[in-house]
Every structure is written in structure tokens, then in C-alpha cells.
């Protein structure tokens, strides 16, 4: 296996056009343990970690531009209030070791149906910037995962960024795993208000072979909260809202039993994670320290 050191970006990219089969390795906590167990054995592995401008970000007036290598931890640290969803999945993400090497750069390689930047992503809203030496493309994160671990990218190109929408109103991330750390989402749910746009957005990780929007549940709410006029108002969301929610939530997901949990299991926790997280961004967007009446 050889191993090819790039001094910057644009090096790697020559690197990655050269040896298109190359398998770039950035925290290396997911590459490291698929070659450590014998399941991938490249010919070439193109280590990322001397381009430092991978571990940046830059703050603009809308979005966040956050390196393919920002550790988890950085994000959890520097970047709550603009990507609080993101934020806290991260907080779900493994150990403290593991969250100072990996990063949302490394799960979009992955694009394992169960990473956890993936429904935070979803709902937030982002593009991911992919390079190669033909140039830039920003791929619309709905577009990115096209099927179980496979993602948009062409052999060529590399994940310099993601642009990701700072938060207008409140997000949450909600995850069941078999234990409280250093697990795998038996599935998880994410959830961003939109208040500018008066818009809910939703991602699902876990609950299907790619991480998925639920997207008929998010139609469903947008026309409720719109006819309410509930972002005026700010009224408590009725019970009926709430679980007419959480049931095209379950019903987006197309889950398969394995070691972690069942089909069944996952569905029903999708729509217990769907009808939480709305009643608490939506009680945060209400203004703090009122209680959530009948959408509990
Ligand atoms: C003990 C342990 C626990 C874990 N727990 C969790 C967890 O709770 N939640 C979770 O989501 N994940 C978990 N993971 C998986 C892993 O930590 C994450 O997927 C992490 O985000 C990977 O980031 P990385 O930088 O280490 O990626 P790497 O391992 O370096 O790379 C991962 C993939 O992305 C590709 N890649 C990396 N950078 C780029 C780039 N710039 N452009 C194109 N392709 C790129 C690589 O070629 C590879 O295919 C765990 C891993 C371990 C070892």
C-alpha cells in the first residue's frame, strides 16, 4: 500500500486525478478500522492531514463554510450557536478521542445510512463542495446519498467543504442506540425550524438504506403551521398536528431489522423521536420557560 503525503490542496487533487482509485483518509477513524479488520485494502491511501485549511471553517451572513476535517469537537466548541443540530450530533458522535479526529468530511465519504452528521445535514440544509481537477461542484445535500454507503462523488473528486444554512430558528437532534455513548443510532431523527422561510426541515439516519428527509411529514406541518397561522401566533402545536407528524415520520422510514434493532422497532422510534423534537424546538421558538401543553 502506498501512501501519498499531499503538502496542499491542490496537490491532492492532482494526486486524486493520477490515482483515481486512491482512498483519502482524513481522521481515519472509519478508513483505519476497515483496514485494520481486512474489508478494504487500497492501493493507495491519500492522507489529507497536512492541508490545514481542511480543519477550517469561515463563518458568512448566511451559511457556514466548514472544512471537510473540522473534528467534531471544534464544531461542538466553536460553532453551537450557527449549527446548533449539527452541535449536538456531534455530542452523540462516539468518544472524545474519536470526535477530536473525525468529521463531517469522513461521514459524507462514508455515507453509511447510521452517521450521525447526516440528519442534522438534512435538516439544516447544506451543499457539499466536491473538487477534482475538472473543477468545483456544490452537490444539494438531498442529492448527495445515492444509495448504502455510496455517495455523489465522482472517483476524481475530493470534499473540500460543506456550505451549511446558519440556524435561523431552533434545531434538535435525537438519537436511540443500545447504550448512552460510544454507539451506533439504532436510528436517529433531526429537526430545524425555519422561521424565515416559515419551514420545517427533517432528516432521518438509521431508517433506511440512505439517510432520507421526511419529507411528506414536513408537508404535512408546513401547510398545518401556515393555515394556523402558528408562526404568528406561536400557539402550542395541537396533539392531532403533533402525531399526524410523528406517523408520516415513522412512515417515511423503510427500516431492516439487523443486530441493533428491528424494522418495526426503528419505525416507532422515528415517530417518538419526530413528535419530541418538534414539541421542543417548537416550545423554544415559543420563547423559553413555557411548558409544552398537549404535544407532549
Ligand atoms: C469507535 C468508533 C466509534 C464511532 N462512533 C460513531 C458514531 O457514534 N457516529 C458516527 O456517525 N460515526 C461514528 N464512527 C465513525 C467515524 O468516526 C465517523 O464516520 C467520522 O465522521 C469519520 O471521519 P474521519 O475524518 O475519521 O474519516 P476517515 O476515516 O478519514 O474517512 C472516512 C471516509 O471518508 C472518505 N473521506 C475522508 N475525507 C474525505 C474528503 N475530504 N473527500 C472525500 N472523501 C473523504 C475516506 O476515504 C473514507 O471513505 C465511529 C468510529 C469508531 C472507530
Not at 455530542?91 to 452528521?117: E, K, M, W, Y
Not at 438531498?142 to 462523488?153: C, E, I, P, S
Not at 395541537?238 to 402525531?243: G, V
Amino acid at each position: 500500500m502506498d501512501f501519498l503525503r499531499p503538502a496542499s490542496w491542490e496537490e491532492a487533487l492532482a494526486a486524486k486525478a493520477e490515482h483515481p482509485t486512491a482512498v483519502p483518509i482524513a481522521g481515519g477513524t472509519d478508513v483505519m478500522v476497515e483496514i485494520n479488520f481486512d474489508h478494504r485494502r487500497p492501493e493507495y491511501l491519500l492522507d489529507l492531514n497536512r492541508i490545514g485549511e481542511l480543519s477550517e471553517w469561515e463563518v458568512g451572513q448566511e451559511k457556514v463554510r466548514l472544512g471537510a476535517s473540522v473534528p467534531y469537537s471544534s464544531i461542538m466548541d466553536h460553532l453551537r450557536a450557527e449549527l446548533p443540530g449539527l452541535a449536538l450530533a456531534s455530542h452523540t458522535v462516539a468518544s472524545p478521542q474519536i470526535r477530536n479526529r473525525g468529521g463531517v468530511g469522513g461521514n459524507l465519504g462514508t455515507a453509511s445510512p447510521a452517521g450521525d452528521a447526516h440528519p442534522a445535514l438534512l435538516a439544516a440544509d447544506c451543499e457539499v463542495e466536491a473538487e477534482s481537477v475538472r473543477g468545483t461542484r456544490l452537490i444539494p445535500i438531498d442529492a448527495f446519498y445515492t444509495g448504502v454507503k455510496r455517495n455523489a462523488l465522482e472517483p476524481d473528486e475530493l470534499i473540500r467543504a460543506v456550505h451549511i444554512k446558519k440556524a435561523d430558528g431552533p434545531q434538535q437532534y435525537s438519537k436511540v442506540g443500545t447504550r448512552n455513548a460510544m454507539v451506533i443510532a439504532v436510528c436517529a431523527f433531526g429537526i430545524a425550524l425555519h422561521p424565515e422561510t416559515r419551514t420545517v426541515r427533517t432528516g432521518i439516519g438509521s431508517a433506511a438504506p440512505t439517510p432520507i428527509r421526511a419529507k411528506e411529514a414536513e408537508d404535512f406541518l408546513n401547510a398545518a403551521l401556515e393555515e394556523g397561522g402558528f408562526w404568528e401566533n406561536g400557539k402550542i402545536i395541537t396533539p392531532a398536528i403533533a402525531k399526524q407528524f410523528a406517523a408520516l415520520a415513522s412512515g417515511a422510514c423503510n427500516p431492516i431489522d439487523d443486530v441493533r434493532g428491528t424494522a418495526k422497532y426503528r419505525r416507532h422510534a422515528v415517530g417518538i423521536m419526530a413528535r419530541r423534537t418538534l414539541g421542543w424546538t417548537w416550545e423554544q421558538y415559543r420563547g423559553a420557560g413555557r411548558t409544552l401543553e398537549g404535544a407532549a
